[in-house]
C-alpha cells in the first residue's frame, strides 16, 4: 500500500489478533520515506483500580474508605509491568524479524478510549486494529474496542481479521 503515509499507528494487547494485525501492516504498508515517517505500537494497560479490593472500604468489614493497601496495589501494579513488557516484547520481535523499526507507547486507562486519544493526539495517517471477532452477547456486554475506534477516530482504520487478512 502507499508510501505516503507519515505515522501508523497499531494497537497491540497482547492476542493473536493484534499481533496478525501488526504483522499485517508491516507487511502491507510503507511509510514515507523522508525522515519523520513512524510505525507507532501502542498498548494500552489496564488501570490498576479496576481489581477488586483494591479499597478495603469496599469490602464489608474491611475498614475505612480512604484506605488502600499499598502492598496489593504494588503487586498489582508489577504484575500489569510484567504483563505489558512481554506484550511489547513480542511485538518488537515482530518488528525485528520484519527489519522494520517501531516506536512503542504504553498508556494507562481504557483501551477505547485511550486510542482514540492518542491516535488524534498524534495525528496519525492510520489506525490498525485487530478484531477478536467476539459474538453478539460478548461484543453487547463487552464493547468492540475496533467498533469504537472506527467510529470515533479521524484517521482511516484498518481492522485485521483472523490470520493477517484485512
Partial sequence: MT???????VAVDGSEESMNALTWALDNLKLRSTP??????????SAPSIAVGLNPGSIPFGGPSDLEVPAFTAAIEAHQR????????HSLRICSEKN???????????PKEKICEFVENLQADLLV??????GPIKRMFLGSVSNHCTNHVQ??????KGKGTA
Fill in 3 to 9: 508510501g505516503n503515509l507519515r505515522c501508523v499507528v
Fill in 36 to 45: 519523520g515517517g513512524s510505525f507507532v505500537v501502542l498498548h494500552v494497560q
Fill in 82 to 89: 510484567r504483563i505489558t513488557e512481554a506484550i511489547l516484547d
Fill in 100 to 110: 522494520v523499526k517501531v516506536e512503542t507507547k504504553v498508556i494507562v486507562g481504557d
Fill in 129 to 134: 486494529i485487530g478484531s477478536r471477532a467476539f
Fill in 155 to 160: 484517521c482511516p482504520v484498518i481492522i485485521v
